[in-house]
């Protein structure tokens, strides 16, 4: 399997979605398991910032009247009202506020997204090159929509992904013709066909201690150029 370096000079830590429209209990797009990583990546966003690797932060949202929707209102017809317009990621409104535990530190970038890739039609592309980021580190909801399709067009952009296995959630599929499938299930294709294809697949206890490590590389590094 692929295993990236973790650069803190040319990495970045994208954060997909964490908002409160996916985690607030009862939410019309409500993901449960998303809860169960604040934390893990709470703990990663701390250590990013410690040693200068840049948290960006996705949230997506619509505008009121529901011009930027897209194909969304097609899909997911209970989150539109009869003229069309979004009940839920609505601009302006508590719920594309990023979750109180993990909310942005001052001066963090936060993407406005509109479709489900944090890089279609934002300047995601252009803040990472500018800050000379190479490996993107993903984690946020959902697993198989907006993260997956953030690491795919990473990946075609030739960054470097590292996709967090316990730092990613998705919520279950109701029965749509083929059978339900469990979100634990969902989470075990998406990472295996992330691993295959599209990048790295790390928890996040391990790109943690990559960080801490890396970040002492280059405290060694920077203490014997000082010396000679």
Not at 13 to 33: H, R, S
Not at 94 to 100: H, L, N, Q
Not at 172 to 188: K, T
Request: glycine share 10%; proline share 4%.
């Amino acid at each position: 399997m692929q295993r990236y370096s973790v650069d803190p000079s040319s990495t970045a830590f994208l954060v997909v979605d964490m908002t409160n429209d996916f985690l607030d209990p009862g939410a019309p797009q409500e993901c449960p398991a998303g809860r169960e990583i604040v934390a893990g990546l709470s703990r990663l966003a701390e250590e990013c910032r410690r040693v200068g690797i840049p948290v960006i932060y996705t949230s997506h949202m619509h505008r009121p009247d529901g011009s930027d929707m897209g194909r969304r209102g097609d899909v997911f017809k209970h989150l539109v009202d009869e003229a069309g317009r979004p009940v839920n990621l609505i601009e302006g409104t508590r719920g594309v506020e990023v979750v109180d535990d993990l909310a942005p530190a001052p001066g963090e970038i936060v993407i406005r997204k509109s479709r489900y890739s944090a890089f279609f039609n934002t300047d995601l592309d252009t803040v990472l090159r500018h800050r000379g980021t190479r490996t993107v580190i993903i984690g946020g909801v959902a697993t198989n929509i907006c993260c997956e399709s953030t690491a795919r067009d990473a990946m075609f952009r030739d960054y470097q992904v590292i996709f967090l296995s316990d730092g990613n959630a998705t919520m279950d599929i109701e029965d749509l013709g083929w059978g339900p499938i469990d979100h634990e299930e969902i989470q075990r294709v998406v990472l295996s066909g992330i691993a295959a294809s599209f990048g790295e697949v790390a928890c996040v206890e391990e790109v943690i201690d990559r960080v801490r490590a890396a970040a002492g590389d280059a405290s060694a590094v920077g203490l014997l150029g000082a010396q000679l």
